[in-house]
Every structure is written in C-alpha cells, then in structure tokens.
C-alpha cells in the first residue's frame, strides 16, 4: 500500500499516533530527546578533549574485566554518533584491527583493537602488563 493511500485511511495507527501525539509526533518529547542527546555529546567531547592519542590507558566497561591498552584514536566516527576511542589493548581482548565497516581509523593487530565511550577510559600510568602471549611453550 502507498503512503498516500495509507494516509487517506479513515483509521490506521499512524493517525491514531498523530491524533495523541505519540512516537514521532510527539514534537516535545522529540525537543526534549533532542537536548538530552546534544548535552551527552558536549559531554562526551569535554571528556574526548582530555584523552591524548598515545597514551596509556586502563578501560573500564560495565560487565567486562578491566583491560589497559594505548589510545590509538579519539573523534568522531562513521559508523555511530558521538565521541570515541579507538583504543589498542596489550592482550586480545577487542573486536577488529582498527577498521570498522571498512573505514581504517588506526592500526593493531586482530582482535587487539576496540572502540569505547570517552568515558569508560581513564588515562594514565598503566604499564604494559606481560602476559606471556608471545612465549613459547
């Protein structure tokens, strides 16, 4: 069915929706949306703006274990809305090699890069921890 045709239904949800100025059509929550989300991303960018490509880092994810790694990338991205960090963590921990989506945004290794929220990360004196990967057995 077209959208013209939908439109011209006497009852359909879409102008139920209109009518109690749900969903989309409730321009006040979507102001109020609106503002919430451009108040998380000057957040976010006033915690990006403090986080140095370079540095050393130790990142803190609810659900996940701690892990450390180098900040290889800070900005933002294609692939999401927001801020981010491009992070290279000392053991395999993450989830692509620095691309995502086809876009390279750094470069490491398989499975050692990952991106994070500004802030999950806490920038400082972490040394790189031995795990002893790459001995031989």
Known sequence: ????????????????????????????????DESEMQERQQEEKILADDILVGSRCEVLVAGQP?????VMFVGQTEFKPG??????????????DGSVNGKKYFECQHKYGAF??????????????????????
């Open 83 to 96: 801020y981010w960090v491009g992070l290279k963590y000392d053991e395999p921990l993450g989830k692509h």
């Open 1 to 32: 069915m077209s959208n013209e045709a939908y439109e011209k239904r006497p009852e359909s949800a879409r102008l139920f929706l209109k009518r109690s100025k749900l969903g989309l059509y409730n321009e006040e929550q979507r102001a109020k």
């Open 66 to 70: 701690t892990k450390r790694g180098t």
């Open 116 to 137: 994070v929220k500004p802030q999950s990360v806490t920038v400082g004196d972490y040394p790189e921890e031995d795990y002893g990967l790459n001995d031989e057995i």
